[in-house]
């Protein structure tokens, strides 16, 4: 029993990471149509920018920092003014595509420029563990799940409680409209990468110590999250959330109850269930579209 | 127009005689650049690259300079067979590498056909048994090495049940074999067998797994990055369970990417840069001041390879490609005779090495040896 509670702990820690790289996902999609392909690269990335930051001698605290400012310049308005702007123009599979050709740009980038082999990354999160229910709790998954937890609700809040945050969802729903009454809709589109880079920066500062830092580990990320948000729903922020939650514990529980080979197969075969017999996931709206 | 046809015959025989005169030593290095394996291909290439420097800074082997090119197999068995076609297609005097035992496994045919030495880093206790005669190992085979640890486990710390956790390939299931058959043979029980994946980045189920089993101590047997994971993930879930392994547990690149989490853990290692052995110390520092990092087994792996081809050469008395395995079978180099080969090995007929071994446990982020196990013969 104890063994559950333990998996169940700390499926909701990884899962609480998934969440924060799938809200990015299904925000740049209701903004802007855009599919990105690179988003676990995304989140393998500003890990580095940190690491490299620190090797100037800068302390950990002052390397997260520019790091993070790094990651939104870089991931936020470099890729949307470079790549998602020129290519959007011609459609959205050729922005899907240049993205996937964007992944393979950044994963071999950081193995050629950093390095192949695998670094340590300090943690942000407590060390040592409480008892609850007669399990050791690792502190570091309360704090992960705390963290992203925060980062959730942070955006939650955001989006429904302050006028920016209405303006996005204005945007987000029907552009056209929400031009005629005042919202700067290209700004808002803005902004929408901007917080995804920031998402994404959390969630690499949260996940690295746990993976460590190697620039193939955006891939499991990358899939975690997208069938995280296809799962849950990708055209609802809640669809993300809840769908990580549910890919992080079920990995877990699969790894555990299942295989260790297979455990990839349970999510995949959940993806495929639901897009056979609920496409627009858990707790997504249902939306159609003449092609 | 005859000047030029002059100026151009010249030129030719020129060509022709350069390489008469240098008739360098080439040496292809097939390594896991890249990949869950790129801690040990890029320790073994800088070992040997350290090495070749070092050699050709004193001349060479019996006058001749080293060359060697490095070749990437991305921790892949299909592009390492790749790799070693395209290498073995340049003539080279000695293949080296891979590390990977499963890569080992595809490409020593290749090697064995063509006639070519293969020096590699492979642990897995199959590969010395595929009848090859050709194939050299540069550390101690599973058959060797696991029931050293099996016997520790036994009598050191007493040990009745075992859980074994081990990696998904050649290298993690050779050793759960060889290691299960021994605990059988001293009445140990494994309450677990947990496979684990190569590249497997969360471990919280694995480690879940063995803290339910109750065992008296965890055998654990992966690669060098996943086993600093699962270091680290003993230490979040608070396992006190007792944890031992066979060399790459306690790897230096494992102490730095797992920090205070690999305090504690044992293992038996056949290599070590921690070893209080003049001529491994040494080596050690002319690696630090080369590369710059303390260079784990691998690194050590690397430089004994290059030490073994010159010991073999000068045996010969000449370069011939043709002799080298030979030379080595039932080949014993002593430290005293050729410091490059740090501690005194016998090499028997299958390729297996015969040396001195050791019993360590990190403490404070360092290995220190608890037991040092003499060379049999």
Redesign the interface.
């Known amino acids: 029993m104890?063994?559950l509670f333990?998996?169940v702990i700390?499926?909701l820690a990884?899962g609480a990471i998934y969440a924060l790289v799938a809200i990015g996902f299904t925000l740049l999609w209701q903004t802007s149509q855009t599919i990105n392909f690179a988003q676990g690269e995304f989140a393998m990335l500003p890990a580095f920018l940190m690491l490299a930051v620190g090797r100037t001698g800068a302390p950990f605290w002052l390397a997260i920092i520019l790091g993070a400012l790094l990651s939104v310049a870089i991931l936020g308005i470099a890729f949307k003014k470079l790549l998602v702007d020129p290519m959007l123009r011609h459609g959205v599979l050729p922005l899907a595509i240049a993205t996937m050709a964007l992944s393979v740009a950044m994963k071999e980038s950081v193995?050629q420029f950093f390095?192949?082999?695998?670094?340590?990354f300090p943690s942000i999160a407590p060390?040592?563990?409480v008892s609850i229910f007669g399990s050791?709790v690792?502190l570091?998954?309360f704090g992960v799940f705390a963290f992203g937890l925060a980062a959730v609700i942070g955006l939650n809040l955001f989006l429904e409680r302050t006028s920016t945050g209405r303006q996005m969802q204005a945007a987000a729903q029907n552009p056209t409209v929400a031009r005629i009454v005042g919202v700067p809709v290209e700004r808002m589109i803005m902004l929408t990468f901007v917080i995804n880079a920031a998402l994404v920066a959390l969630a690499s500062l949260l996940v690295t110590?746990?993976?460590?830092a190697?620039?193939?580990?955006g891939e499991?990320l990358g899939q975690a999250a997208f069938i995280a948000a296809i799962v849950g729903g990708f055209n609802q922020v809640r669809g993300a959330i809840i769908g990580g939650l549910a890919i992080g514990v079920l990995?877990?529980?699969a790894?555990?109850y299942v295989?260790?080979?297979y455990?990839a197969a349970v999510s995949l075969a959940l993806l495929i269930v639901i897009i056979l017999f609920r496409p627009e996931g858990l707790v997504g709206r249902s939306e159609e579209r003449t092609v | 127009m005859k000047y030029v046809l002059m100026a151009g015959l010249v030129l030719l025989t020129a060509a022709f005689a350069a390489p008469a005169l240098a008739q360098d030593i080439q040496l292809v290095d097939v390594a896991e650049?890249?990949?869950g394996g790129?801690?040990v291909g890029?320790n073994f290439k800088n070992g040997v690259d350290l090495a070749v420097e070092e050699i050709n800074a004193a001349g060479g082997i019996l006058g001749h300079k080293i060359v060697v090119t490095h070749a990437d197999t991305q921790s892949n068995p299909g592009v390492a067979r790749a790799q070693v076609q395209k290498a073995l297609d340049s003539n080279p005097y000695v293949l080296l590498g891979p590390g990977y035992s499963g890569s080992v496994k595809v490409t020593a045919p290749l090697a064995e056909e063509a006639g070519v030495t293969q020096i590699m880093g492979g642990e897995a206790a199959e590969l010395t048994r595929m009848g090859n005669k050709f194939l050299f190992r540069t550390s101690f085979g599973q058959q060797s090495s696991m029931p050293k640890a099996a016997k520790y486990m036994a009598e050191d710390m007493k040990a009745k049940s075992v859980a074994v956790v081990w990696v998904?390939n050649d290298f993690g299931k050779g050793g759960r074999d060889t290691i299960e058959k021994e605990f059988d043979r001293l009445g140990m029980k494994v309450v677990a067998d947990?496979?684990?994946?190569a590249?497997?980045?969360?471990f919280?189920?694995?480690v879940?797994?063995v803290?339910?089993s109750n065992a008296d101590a965890a055998f654990v047997y992966l690669n060098e990055?996943e086993s600093?994971?699962i270091l680290?993930?003993f230490?979040?879930?608070?396992v006190t369970t007792p944890l031992m392994g066979e060399t790459t547990l306690v790897g230096q690149?494992v102490i730095?990417?797992?920090?205070d989490a690999a305090n504690g853990a044992r293992a038996h290692v056949g290599l070590t840069t921690d070893a209080p052995i003049d001529s491994i110390r040494a080596f050690r520092e002319r690696f630090v001041k080369k590369h710059n990092y303390v260079p784990d087994h691998n690194g050590i792996k690397g430089y004994l390879a290059i030490y073994m081809i010159k010991a073999a050469t000068e045996k010969m008395g000449k370069v011939d490609p043709k002799g080298v395995a030979d030379a080595l079978h039932g080949l014993t180099i002593k430290a005293a005779d050729q410091p490059g080969i740090l501690m005194d090995v016998t090499f028997d007929e299958n390729g297996d090495i015969d040396r001195q071994g050791f019993l360590v446990e990190v403490e404070n982020g360092k290995q220190v040896i608890k037991q040092i196990l003499p060379k049999l013969h």
């Open positions: 104890s063994s333990d998996l700390s499926g990884t193995k390095s192949a082999e695998a670094q340590p060390s040592g563990s050791e690792s570091q998954s110590p746990i993976y460590l190697k620039f193939s580990s499991t990995d877990n529980l790894a555990a295989s260790t080979q455990r | 650049l890249s990949g790129a801690t890029t998904n947990i496979s684990t994946e590249g497997q980045a969360d919280a189920a694995d879940a797994k803290k339910a990055e600093a994971r680290k993930e230490k979040r879930q608070a690149k730095e990417l797992a920090g």
